[in-house]
Structures are given as C-alpha cells and as structure tokens.
C-alpha cells in the first residue's frame, strides 16, 4: 500500500503511526511514501522555526515532506491512496485526481453534520450528546464527498474539545485500517450525504471566545467554557474592561460555579483566589 498522508496538528499522529505500523513490509519500506503539512512556522521573540508533528515524524522516519499539495504535481511519485485528516487546505481536483483510490477524508463529526472546520467544539457547544467520525472520499467540495464508514461516540459531561477531538482520532485509527484494505479491494460501498440534513461550521478565531454571561443559561455558559478549551479559551469582560478567561467550571443544580479563571495579564486562579483579590468583582459570578 502506497499512502500520501496529509495533516498538520498532533492529535492526527495516532493516524500516521497505526498506518505506518500496520502496513509496513520490512526495514525502510513504510507504507507512507510522503507527507503534506503546513509549512514551519517562526515563533517566540527569536522567531525560531516550529515545524509541525507531522512534519517531524517524516523527518525521523526519513519520508518526503512537502508544504503545498501541489508540489506532488511535481513529483514523479507512484501513490495509491491519500490519506487526510486536518491538514487544514483546499485540495485542488486536479490532485484529488491523481490518486487511483482517492483521497479519503478523517472528519470528526457524524457527517452531514458539521461540516467545515470546527466540528468538535460545536457539538459540545449545543449541548449533543453524541458524535463520532465519519471517513469520506473527498470530492471537489468541503466534507462533502461519499462516505465510506462512520462511528459513533458519546460526549462526556467532563469533554473539553481536546479531550473529545483526541479520543475521536486516536479511535479513528482503528477504524481506518480495517476499513483501508475492503475499501481499496472494493468490498465497499460509499453512500451519498443528505445534503439535506447538512450543518455548518467555521474556524474559530480568538475574538470567538467571548461570552456575555447574562445572555446565556448556567448550562450554556458551562458547555461553552469546555467548546473553548484549551483554543480560544472562553472570556468576558469585566466593568473594568479587563479580559476574564474561564478556564474550568461546573453546574450545581441549576447553579454555574466557576472553578478556576484567569485576569488578563496574571496567572490562573481559582475562583476563591480570584474573589479574595478583586472582591468588588465576585458578586458578578
């Protein structure tokens, strides 16, 4: 099996390392022939270079990486199969088209549910007690293409979104690799998406965090905390205008405690901490 992986963040790895695992036929032939991630990226005051999890993993294993799946036009590569799950780019058709056995998509969510970039978060967020992954053949169109199986999971009361994400992708390991081989021999059949029934998500940016907590029930402000976690953190403002950060919190009853918060510029407390030293703030919450 000949396999062009595309990803980006860590959480993908299990992916990577069960299908390297599972297909590999001896010293040097791992089934992975390349990787496409996102470029390394300069971080900190000294703007050192960070390149992604997958981006090292190919390293170590001495595998092609590329930055842009349209450097594989120019390559004379012989692939049979990609493989993605967040990497995070539009795919051109005319690199879907190269692959035999298309590109087979890893999207955490029960599709046509969620579609688009922030799955996770948004089924925590409204409350659903139940998700999963689906494994599409990618199409022209965003998480759009036939799907070629799917899995279910329970939300955990305690899932924050890398809680949640992460087991979805770990799990989604297993799952690929005993459907890679019947699907490629042909034994299965895609089934078309009710676009119908199809929802949407966005990419979350920072400013998307906030939350104005007279708007929102106990619950709703307690599930939204767990959406945010850790990326972009849920937040309000103060009278003062300061940013609060809502880190953890819990329902009590019909009541929302807040367990531990963080003032813009200072480390994380707890609640109790944070009353004692802005005491004109704690009626707020």
């Known amino acids: 099996m000949k396999i062009v992986f595309f990803g980006t963040p860590d959480y993908v790895l299990p992916i990577l390392t069960r299908l390297h695992r599972e297909y590999v036929t001896g010293p040097g032939k791992s089934p992975i022939i390349a990787v496409v991630t996102s470029s390394p990226k300069p971080v900190g005051r000294k703007q050192v270079l960070s390149y992604s999890p997958i981006d090292k993993w190919a390293h170590e294993h001495k595998i092609p990486c590329f930055y842009s799946a349209n450097d594989l036009l120019k390559e004379n590569l012989d692939f049979e199969i990609g493989i993605l799950a967040s990497y995070g780019e539009i795919i051109k058709k005319e690199i879907i088209n190269l692959f035999p056995q298309g590109i087979l998509v890893i999207h955490p969510s029960l599709l046509p549910l969620y579609r688009g970039a922030s799955p996770v978060p948004a089924a925590i967020k409204n409350g659903d007690v139940k998700t999963g992954v689906s494994i599409i053949r990618m199409d022209e169109k965003m998480d759009h293409g036939p799907i070629i199986t799917q899995f279910k999971e329970d939300i955990l009361s305690s899932d924050t979104s890398d809680v949640l994400r992460n087991r979805l992708f770990a799990k989604s390991a297993e799952v690929l690799v005993e459907t890679l081989t019947p699907y490629i021999q042909g034994k299965i059949k895609a089934k078309k998406q009710n676009d119908d029934e199809a929802t949407y998500t966005k990419l979350v940016t920072k400013e998307d965090g906030f939350i104005d907590l007279k ?52 480390l994380p407390v707890t609640k109790k901490q944070f009353d004692e030293a802005y005491p004109q703030f704690s009626h707020l919450f």
């Open 215 to 266: 708007l929102k029930s106990p619950s709703e402000i307690e599930r939204f905390i767990r959406a945010m976690y850790p990326w972009p953190g849920a937040w309000t403002y103060l009278p003062n205008q300061k940013r609060l950060k809502l880190l953890k919190s819990h329902i009590e009853g019909d009541k929302l405690i807040l367990d531990e918060v963080q003032l813009e510029g200072k």
